[in-house]
Protein backbone atom coordinates (compact mmCIF):
# COMPACT_ATOMS: atom_id res chain seq x y z
CA UNK A 1 0.00 0.00 0.00
CA UNK A 2 1.07 3.21 -1.12
CA UNK A 3 1.22 5.98 1.54
CA UNK A 4 2.64 9.53 1.26
CA UNK A 5 5.75 10.83 2.82
CA UNK A 6 4.10 12.69 5.28
CA UNK A 7 2.73 9.92 6.79
CA UNK A 8 5.26 7.72 8.22
CA UNK A 9 5.07 7.23 11.30
CA UNK A 10 7.77 5.70 14.38
CA UNK A 11 6.87 1.75 14.53
CA UNK A 12 5.65 1.37 10.86
CA UNK A 13 7.02 -1.16 8.57
CA UNK A 14 8.04 -0.09 5.17
CA UNK A 15 9.24 -1.78 1.99
CA UNK A 16 12.13 0.07 0.70
CA UNK A 17 15.35 -0.94 -1.17
CA UNK A 18 14.03 -4.69 -1.60
CA UNK A 19 13.86 -4.56 2.05
CA UNK A 20 11.80 -4.53 5.21
CA UNK A 21 12.51 -1.78 7.62
CA UNK A 22 10.88 -0.64 10.53
CA UNK A 23 10.42 3.32 10.93
CA UNK A 24 12.59 4.12 14.28
CA UNK A 25 12.48 8.08 14.75
CA UNK A 26 10.51 10.56 11.94
CA UNK A 27 11.13 14.35 11.65
CA UNK A 28 9.05 16.39 9.26
CA UNK A 29 10.86 19.64 8.61
CA UNK A 30 9.68 22.81 6.30
CA UNK A 31 12.78 24.61 5.34
CA UNK A 32 12.41 28.72 4.78
CA UNK A 33 13.88 27.79 0.99
CA UNK A 34 13.03 24.73 -0.69
CA UNK A 35 10.09 21.78 -0.03
CA UNK A 36 9.30 20.06 2.92
CA UNK A 37 10.24 16.63 3.57
CA UNK A 38 10.86 13.90 6.03
CA UNK A 39 13.66 12.91 7.71
CA UNK A 40 13.29 8.98 8.78
CA UNK A 41 15.11 6.70 11.10
CA UNK A 42 14.87 2.90 10.26
CA UNK A 43 16.30 -0.46 11.15
CA UNK A 44 16.26 -3.60 9.07
CA UNK A 45 14.11 -6.38 10.16
CA UNK A 46 16.21 -8.85 8.55
CA UNK A 47 19.99 -7.51 8.73
CA UNK A 48 19.49 -5.21 11.99
CA UNK A 49 21.73 -2.07 10.32
CA UNK A 50 19.87 1.13 10.19
CA UNK A 51 19.14 3.70 7.60
CA UNK A 52 19.00 7.75 7.56
CA UNK A 53 16.67 8.75 4.86
CA UNK A 54 15.12 11.82 3.52
CA UNK A 55 11.97 11.70 1.56
CA UNK A 56 10.33 14.62 -0.03
CA UNK A 57 6.67 15.18 0.77
CA UNK A 58 5.21 14.52 -2.92
CA UNK A 59 7.19 11.29 -2.81
CA UNK A 60 5.72 7.91 -1.49
CA UNK A 61 6.50 4.95 -0.09
CA UNK A 62 5.11 1.33 -0.18
CA UNK A 63 3.94 0.22 3.36
CA UNK A 64 4.72 -3.19 4.60
CA UNK A 65 1.20 -5.55 4.58
CA UNK A 66 1.36 -7.66 7.57
CA UNK A 67 -1.34 -10.30 8.81
CA UNK A 68 -1.25 -10.38 12.55
CA UNK A 69 -3.36 -13.76 13.99
CA UNK A 70 -3.66 -14.24 17.70
CA UNK A 71 -1.50 -16.85 19.48
CA UNK A 72 -1.26 -18.48 22.76
CA UNK A 73 2.30 -18.80 24.33
CA UNK A 74 3.03 -22.69 24.79
CA UNK A 75 6.91 -22.95 25.76
CA UNK A 76 10.16 -21.76 25.17
CA UNK A 77 13.71 -23.89 24.80
CA UNK A 78 17.47 -23.01 24.16
CA UNK A 79 16.56 -20.85 21.20
CA UNK A 80 12.94 -20.69 20.38
CA UNK A 81 9.23 -19.77 21.61
CA UNK A 82 6.57 -21.91 20.34
CA UNK A 83 3.03 -20.80 20.17
CA UNK A 84 -0.55 -22.17 19.31
CA UNK A 85 -3.04 -20.66 17.34
CA UNK A 86 -5.96 -21.21 19.56
CA UNK A 87 -8.31 -21.92 16.57
CA UNK A 88 -6.67 -24.31 14.41
CA UNK A 89 -4.62 -25.66 17.20
CA UNK A 90 -1.06 -24.90 14.30
CA UNK A 91 1.94 -24.52 16.34
CA UNK A 92 4.68 -22.48 15.37
CA UNK A 93 8.04 -21.65 16.71
CA UNK A 94 9.77 -18.12 16.70
CA UNK A 95 13.47 -17.52 17.41
CA UNK A 96 14.54 -15.70 20.54
CA UNK A 97 16.68 -13.11 18.50
CA UNK A 98 13.01 -11.90 16.73
CA UNK A 99 11.50 -11.15 19.72
CA UNK A 100 14.45 -9.59 22.05
CA UNK A 101 13.70 -8.80 25.94
CA UNK A 102 9.76 -9.03 25.49
CA UNK A 103 10.09 -12.45 25.25
CA UNK A 104 11.17 -12.42 29.44
CA UNK A 105 7.04 -11.33 30.16
CA UNK A 106 5.81 -14.37 28.57
CA UNK A 107 3.71 -16.25 30.72
CA UNK A 108 2.06 -19.73 30.11
CA UNK A 109 -1.55 -19.79 27.58
CA UNK A 110 -0.75 -15.73 27.55
CA UNK A 111 -2.83 -14.29 24.17
CA UNK A 112 -0.24 -12.36 21.72
CA UNK A 113 -0.83 -10.68 18.43
CA UNK A 114 2.62 -12.05 16.12
CA UNK A 115 2.62 -10.09 12.71
CA UNK A 116 4.38 -12.31 9.49
CA UNK A 117 5.25 -10.39 6.21
CA UNK A 118 5.43 -13.09 3.66
CA UNK A 119 4.72 -16.04 5.73
CA UNK A 120 7.45 -15.02 8.45
CA UNK A 121 6.98 -14.17 11.78
CA UNK A 122 8.77 -10.92 12.39
CA UNK A 123 7.37 -9.47 15.32
CA UNK A 124 4.92 -10.49 18.39
CA UNK A 125 2.75 -7.88 20.37
CA UNK A 126 2.00 -8.54 24.06
CA UNK A 127 -0.87 -7.15 26.05
CA UNK A 128 -0.43 -4.03 27.49
CA UNK A 129 -0.13 -5.13 30.73
CA UNK A 130 0.86 -8.42 32.95
CA UNK A 131 1.32 -9.80 36.15
CA UNK A 132 4.55 -10.56 37.61
CA UNK A 133 5.73 -11.64 40.69
CA UNK A 134 8.33 -9.74 43.19
CA UNK A 135 11.58 -11.57 43.42
CA UNK A 136 13.63 -9.10 45.54
CA UNK A 137 14.25 -6.04 46.44
CA UNK A 138 16.10 -3.48 48.03
CA UNK A 139 14.75 -2.48 51.64
CA UNK A 140 12.63 0.73 52.03
CA UNK A 141 14.92 3.91 53.13
CA UNK A 142 13.09 5.68 55.82
CA UNK A 143 13.01 9.92 55.43
CA UNK A 144 13.08 9.42 51.76
CA UNK A 145 9.99 11.87 50.63
CA UNK A 146 7.41 9.60 49.06
CA UNK A 147 7.26 11.17 45.40
CA UNK A 148 10.33 10.18 44.01
CA UNK A 149 11.38 6.95 46.15
CA UNK A 150 11.30 4.44 43.94
CA UNK A 151 13.43 1.57 44.89
CA UNK A 152 15.30 -1.10 42.42
CA UNK A 153 13.53 -4.93 42.71
CA UNK A 154 13.77 -7.74 40.33
CA UNK A 155 11.20 -9.75 39.35
CA UNK A 156 10.81 -13.55 38.85
CA UNK A 157 11.65 -13.44 35.02
CA UNK A 158 14.88 -11.21 35.80
CA UNK A 159 13.71 -8.13 34.91
CA UNK A 160 15.00 -5.33 36.62
CA UNK A 161 12.21 -2.86 37.66
CA UNK A 162 11.28 0.37 39.89
CA UNK A 163 8.78 0.07 42.66
CA UNK A 164 7.36 2.07 44.89
CA UNK A 165 8.80 1.64 49.14
CA UNK A 166 5.73 -0.40 50.12
CA UNK A 167 6.51 -3.22 47.68
CA UNK A 168 7.99 -6.64 48.99
CA UNK A 169 9.10 -9.57 47.72
CA UNK A 170 6.42 -12.09 46.55
CA UNK A 171 4.00 -9.50 45.93
CA UNK A 172 1.88 -10.08 42.72
CA UNK A 173 1.88 -6.54 40.74
CA UNK A 174 1.02 -5.26 37.60
CA UNK A 175 3.83 -4.11 34.98
CA UNK A 176 3.24 -1.99 31.38
CA UNK A 177 4.84 -4.47 28.60
CA UNK A 178 5.45 -1.51 25.98
CA UNK A 179 7.65 0.61 29.04
CA UNK A 180 8.80 -2.46 31.53
CA UNK A 181 7.26 0.00 34.11
CA UNK A 182 5.18 -1.03 37.74
CA UNK A 183 1.42 0.13 37.07
CA UNK A 184 -0.10 -1.36 40.16
CA UNK A 185 0.25 -3.50 43.23
CA UNK A 186 -2.59 -6.87 42.98
Not at 27 to 39: D, S, T
Not at 68 to 73: M, T
Request: negative net charge.
Amino acid sequence: MKINAGEIRVGMLLEYKNDLWQVLKTQHVKPGKGGAFAQVEMKSVGKNTKLNERFRSSETVEKASLEEIDFNYLYSDENNYFFMDPKTFDQIEIKKNVIGEKGKLLTENLEVSVSFYNNNAISIELPNQVNCKIASTDAALKGQTVSSSYKPAILDNGIKIQVPPFIEPEDEIIVDTRTIEYVKKI
